[in-house]
């Protein structure tokens, strides 16, 4: 379903959207409303065995629209190693999720923006490395939905698992 808006002709997409920021040590979560007007932050997951199925269990109790993951680039735009390890990791956790629909969007600088808010906001050392993840996927996820709103369309790329 679509709903108009800005009376320009543009439709947004309605329905909740999980986003996720895969990290080495940690997965941050966050969801938006199912008018895809506010992101907020959900979860931090730690890295290591079951991950993937505390993901998995997330997406499916919302049952989203879609999952938005990270997809670090350079500035240049480039992928590097980085973007490669997300790929494949991304490939991995959408083949759990089925059919749910993953979407790649570019993250450059999710970090170190959700890493001056929550600067600005007071929060120091630990604090902050526990929810730093969880904000840059509330900052990814507001950019998915803020552009989709202004143009029309979704950024980034649905992921291809190949035969779904």
């Known amino acids: 379903m679509t709903v108009p808006f800005g009376g320009k002709g543009r439709a947004?997409?309605?329905?909740?959207?999980?986003?996720?920021?895969?990290?080495?040590?940690?997965?941050?979560?966050?969801?938006?409303?199912?008018?895809g007007l506010l992101a907020v932050p959900l979860e931090t997951i730690r890295?290591?065995?079951?991950?993937?199925d505390r993901l998995a269990e997330i997406v499916r109790s919302y049952a989203p629209?879609?999952?938005?993951?990270?997809?670090?680039?350079?500035l240049s735009g480039r992928e590097g190693p980085a973007a490669t390890k997300v790929r494949e990791i991304a490939h991995e956790i959408g083949e759990r999720l089925t059919p749910?629909?993953?979407?790649?969007?570019d993250e450059r600088l999710t970090t170190v923006t959700a890493e001056r808010v929550l600067s600005s906001r007071g929060r120091k050392g630990a604090r902050r490395r526990a929810v730093v993840d969880q904000a840059a996927a509330?900052?990814?996820?507001?950019?998915?939905?803020?552009?989709?709103?202004g143009t029309g369309s979704a950024p980034g790329e649905i992921l291809d698992l190949g035969g779904r």
């Open 12 to 35: 947004m997409r309605t329905g909740v959207r999980v986003a996720v920021d895969l990290g080495d040590v940690r997965i941050g979560i966050a969801v938006c409303d199912s008018s």
């Open 47 to 52: 890295r290591g065995p079951g991950d993937f």
């Open 65 to 74: 629209l879609e999952v938005v993951i990270g997809l670090p680039r350079s």
């Open 100 to 105: 749910v629909p993953v979407r790649l969007v």
């Open 138 to 149: 509330v900052v990814l996820l507001q950019h998915v939905l803020d552009s989709e709103r």
